[in-house]
């Protein structure tokens, strides 16, 4: 029985192996081209760069983007000019446009 168990709680153990990723930046997102509505505008979370003691020149800004079709994207920029109920086109060449 107690073999069994031991067993049991490794196996459960063993598909939570989990390895530390250093960049979540560089994670691939889809990006989903075409109309929207910015819904918020928020300093973006500092680089490792910069919170590891280096510096960042410029302030990066977080839009959250509803898009017409109902789906949302959060998309760094920056450019301080975006605010909240601005209508905005994304293009192909992942560039922000104001309507």
Same mark, same amino acid.
């Given at each position: 029985?107690?073999?069994?168990?031991? !067993?049991?709680?490794?196996?459960?153990?063993?598909?939570?192996?989990?390895?530390?990723?250093?960049?979540?930046?560089?994670q691939p997102f889809a990006y989903r081209? &075409?109309? &929207?509505?910015? +819904?918020?505008?928020?300093? !973006?979370?500092?680089?490792?760069? !910069?919170?590891?003691?280096?510096?960042?020149? +410029?302030?990066i800004y977080r839009l959250k983007i509803r898009m017409n079709? &109902?789906?949302?994207?959060?998309?760094?920029?920056?450019?301080?000019?975006? /605010? !909240?109920?601005?209508?905005? /086109?994304?293009?192909? +060449?992942?560039?922000? +446009?104001?309507?």
């Amino acid at each position: 029985m107690k073999r069994s168990v031991v !067993a049991l709680a490794v196996a459960s153990l063993a598909g939570c192996y989990w390895t530390p990723q250093s960049d979540i930046a560089a994670q691939p997102f889809a990006y989903r081209t &075409g109309p &929207g509505v910015v +819904e918020s505008v928020a300093p !973006a979370p500092k680089p490792f760069t !910069a919170a590891a003691g280096g510096s960042v020149s +410029e302030t990066i800004y977080r839009l959250k983007i509803r898009m017409n079709d &109902g789906r949302t994207q959060y998309l760094d920029t920056d450019n301080a000019e975006f /605010r !909240a109920g601005d209508h905005v /086109r994304l293009t192909d +060449e992942r560039v922000i +446009e104001k309507q």
